[in-house]
T-cell receptor, first 112, second 117 residues
Framework: AQSVTQLGSHVSVSEGALVLLRCNYSSSVPPYLFWYVQYPNQGLQLLLKYTTGATLVKGINGFEAEFKKSETSFHLTKPSAHMSDAAEYFCAVSGPSNQFYFGTGTSLTVIP | KAGVTQTPRYLIKTRGQQVTLSCSPI?????VSWYQQTPGQGLQFLFE???????NKGNFPGRFSGRQFSNSRSEMNVSTLELGDSALYLCASSLPPGLASGTDTQYFGPGTRLTVL
């Protein structure tokens, strides 16, 4: 069975500071992992995904995530936060039946 | 290429009524999934359709149903609406399953905001 846990429902960072959003997964098969961002009153936009190959994945808007199998983690990072990064972030894992399982989301606040 | 479109964007209904939401996937995408998003429960999977057949189903009562047409457009229906059905309903589309199922990225529409009074 697949599941995702996002640690911290709310994260606040200062503008220019490191962004770290945590995601741990559980999967009975090799996982395919995703990070999505949701801005107010909008749908989800794909930030990045890991399927196979390189464990450090680069996405849009300067975000990246590293797949660590030994830690069952897929944390999202960005070296320097921007005001426009304020949004809700969702980690997801997909299973063999193409069904996606989402975490409960992390709301990121960027303080000027 | 146009993204996933959902209609209507906003909807207000009263308890006991029924509602139909529509989703048009990205051109060429044949899989459509539906999710319910609420502040308390987060994103919950409703069902997925591929080639007009329901492939996966979440843990929702039978009041929630869906279908997919030959052009891959999908509709979901909620009958006998309850106050707790108030939510953002998101539709996502993806390409046909590849050799390694599960790698198909889901692309989301803007959602339909349903309010039940």
């Amino acid at each position: 069975a697949q599941s995702v846990t996002q640690l911290g429902s709310h994260v606040s960072v200062s503008e220019g500071a490191l962004v770290l959003l945590r995601c741990n997964y559980s999967s009975s098969v090799p996982p395919y992992l995703f990070w999505y961002v949701q801005y107010p009153n909008q749908g989800l936009q794909l930030l990045l995904k890991y399927t196979t190959g390189a464990t450090l994945v680069k996405g849009i808007n300067g975000f990246e995530a590293e797949f660590k199998k030994s830690e069952t983690s897929f944390h999202l990072t960005k070296p320097s936060a921007h005001m426009s990064d304020a949004a809700e972030y969702f980690c997801a894992v997909s299973g063999p039946s193409n069904q996606f399982y989402f975490g409960t989301g992390t709301s990121l606040t960027v303080i000027p | 290429k146009a993204g996933v479109t959902q209609t209507p964007r906003y909807l207000i209904k009263t308890r006991g009524q029924q509602v139909t939401l529509s989703c048009s996937p990205i051109s060429g995408h044949r899989s459509v999934s539906w999710y319910q998003q609420t502040p308390g429960q987060g994103l919950q999977f409703l069902f997925e359709y591929f080639s007009e057949t329901q492939r996966n189903k979440g843990n929702f009562p039978g009041r929630f149903s869906g279908r997919q047409f030959s052009n891959s457009r999908s509709e979901m229906n909620v009958s006998t609406l309850e106050l707790g059905d108030s939510a953002l309903y998101l539709c996502a589309s993806s390409l046909p399953p590849g050799l390694a199922s599960g790698t198909d990225t889901q692309y989301f529409g803007p959602g339909t905001r349903l309010t039940v009074l």
